[in-house]
């Protein structure tokens, strides 16, 4: 746990909202994944949530999100989203 709250804080100084935004969509889809590689992934969240968890305003996680929709990363619905090409969006994490 302690791992983890030093990354976020890592993440939060160093990384482009898109980056940790990405990043957090990977690590916390990873227990809601299908059963099948490549099949989308619906996360069930607000984007006021996402916006607290990362803290950040929710215009700002509105903006970095509707950003990866358009790079056809993720599907923005009501009540969350669902990662529709987790592999571009995995190698968003991986760009310097």
């Known amino acids: 746990r302690v791992q983890m709250t030093l990354t976020h804080i890592g ?18 889809s990873a227990a809601t994944e299908a059963t099948e590689n490549g099949a989308p992934t ?13 803290g950040v305003s929710r215009v700002s996680i509105g903006k970095t999100l509707k950003e990866l929709s358009a790079e056809g990363c993720i599907e ?21």
Do not use: C, E
């Open 11 to 28: 993440d939060a100084a160093k990384m482009p909202l898109k980056l940790r935004v990405a990043k957090w969509l990977i690590r916390n």
């Open 42 to 54: 619906r996360i069930a969240m607000r984007q006021i949530d996402l916006a607290n968890a990362l």
């Open 76 to 96: 923005i619905g009501y009540g969350g989203l669902t990662i529709t090409d987790r592999h571009a969006l995995s190698a968003k994490i991986l760009v310097p």
